[in-house]
């Protein structure tokens, strides 16, 4: 979200933190450095997503193919989601 929109991404992260992040901890359902990892993994896994060659890369390659056989690629999407 911070990727689209600066505001949504801060609200975002607000509403994690505080509705899902710290009442997990409270119950003790996970650790702080649990929390903490989860969000460093997730951060450098939307940065290295995010980039602009691995953007066009698979970008391309789906567009490629929802020209090539559009009702197949539909279906497979749909089936993946």
Same mark, same amino acid.
Do not use: Q
């Given at each position: 979200?911070?990727?689209?929109?600066?505001?949504? %991404?801060?609200?975002?992260? $607000?509403?994690? $933190?505080?509705?899902?992040?710290?009442?997990?901890?409270? $119950?003790?359902?996970?650790?702080?450095?649990?929390?903490? %990892?989860?969000?460093?993994?997730?951060?450098?896994?939307?940065?290295?997503?995010?980039?602009?060659?691995?953007?066009?890369?698979?970008? %391309?390659?789906?567009?490629? %193919?929802?020209?090539?056989?559009?009702?197949?690629?539909?279906?497979?999407?749909?089936?993946?989601?």
């Amino acid at each position: 979200m911070c990727f689209i929109s600066w505001r949504a %991404g801060l609200i975002a992260l $607000l509403y994690s $933190l505080f509705i899902i992040c710290l009442p997990r901890i409270y $119950l003790g359902l996970h650790y702080p450095t649990d929390i903490l %990892g989860g969000f460093a993994l997730g951060a450098l896994v939307s940065y290295c997503v995010n980039r602009l060659a691995v953007r066009r890369t698979c970008t %391309g390659r789906l567009l490629e %193919g929802e020209k090539a056989a559009p009702g197949s690629f539909y279906v497979a999407l749909f089936i993946v989601s």
